[in-house]
């Protein structure tokens, strides 16, 4: 059996940004030899619908673009991967970054695309399980960690 890996919806491809598009990697045959996929999209799953408004990380909550206090969602969002993580045993992630959701880093709560050393809401989360959360930038990190 192969091992499983928590992957953002958007990475496969999945029309699920707020934008209602994707980041589909071009990687993605490469990782089903090595990992079965266990597909979330922490937003779509918390109740925020596609297309959305983008939203930012500020402070204890998460602020959309509008204004709009979206927090509840993405904490929902948040608690089913840790549903996912439990019942699978889940320990490699590979999410999106830059996402206030899913980003290992993620931009200042300003909307003026300023980066910051704080991770998203699901992908902190899931860090303090001490689950392996990789990134799209980092895959054959993730391979040749997950090979040794
Ligand atoms: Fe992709 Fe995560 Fe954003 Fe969903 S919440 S669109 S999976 S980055």
Redesign the pocket.
């Known amino acids: 059996m192969k091992e499983k890996l928590l992957?953002?919806?958007?990475?496969l491809g999945?029309n699920?940004?707020?934008n209602g598009l994707?980041?589909k990697i071009t990687e993605i045959d490469l990782l089903k030899k090595y990992f079965d996929f266990i597909?979330?999209?922490?937003?779509?799953?918390g109740g925020l619908p596609i297309p959305r408004n983008p939203s930012e990380r500020l402070k204890d909550k998460v602020i959309s673009a509008k204004g709009k206090d979206v927090t509840k969602e993405f904490l929902i969002?948040k608690t089913k991967a840790l549903e996912l993580v439990k019942k699978y045993h889940i320990k490699y992630a590979l999410?999106?970054e830059?996402?206030?959701?899913?980003?290992k880093q993620t931009y200042d709560g300003t909307f003026t695309h300023s980066l910051i050393e704080r991770s998203?809401i699901?992908a902190e989360a899931l860090i303090n399980q001490n689950i392996k959360v990789y990134s799209e930038l980092e895959i054959e990190e993730l391979i040749k960690n997950f090979r040794s």
Do not use: M, Q, R, W
């Open positions: 992957i953002s919806a958007c990475l999945h699920v940004k707020y994707n980041n597909i979330i999209c922490p937003e779509v799953d969002g999410l999106k830059k996402s206030p959701s899913c980003g998203g699901t």
